[in-house]
């Protein structure tokens, strides 16, 4: 029933930034909340950062924090990952993700998937 498109992603040096973008159809958007996922080749899906219904939570994964920032839009339905400090190691598939839960680090929580943006950080 949710519609998410993901945007923004490309290749960028190691230490620069991007900007990711997730794109939600519907009127129900701040009944969610939405995750960011990635997944490398021949890697497991793994969980990246998190917002709760209001914005007024967010998680992140060891991994990404203090690096990443995750927000969102209700207005224009549209969740945000604001990356800096870019590492090879961050070079993967993104996705964005809802669920009407709490379980934010949880993929299979996770009823509705966008079909991903593709990361490249060269070094």
């Known amino acids: 029933q949710v519609q998410l498109v993901e945007s923004g992603g490309g290749l960028v040096q190691a230490g620069g930034s991007l900007r990711l973008s997730c794109a939600a159809s519907g009127r129900t958007f701040s009944t969610y909340a939405m995750g960011w996922f990635r997944q490398a080749p021949g890697k497991e899906r793994e969980f990246v950062a998190a917002i709760s219904w209001r914005g007024g939570f967010t998680y992140y994964a060891d991994s990404v924090k203090g690096r990443f920032t995750i927000s969102r839009d209700n207005a224009k339905n549209t969740v945000y990952l604001q990356m800096n400090s870019l590492k090879p190691e961050d070079t993967a598939v ?24 593709q990361v490249t950080v060269s070094s």
Do not use: P
Not at 94 to 117: D, H, K, L, N, P
């Open 94 to 117: 993104y996705y964005c993700a809802a669920q009407r839960g709490t379980y934010y680090y949880t993929a299979s929580e996770y009823a509705y998937w966008g079909q991903g943006t």
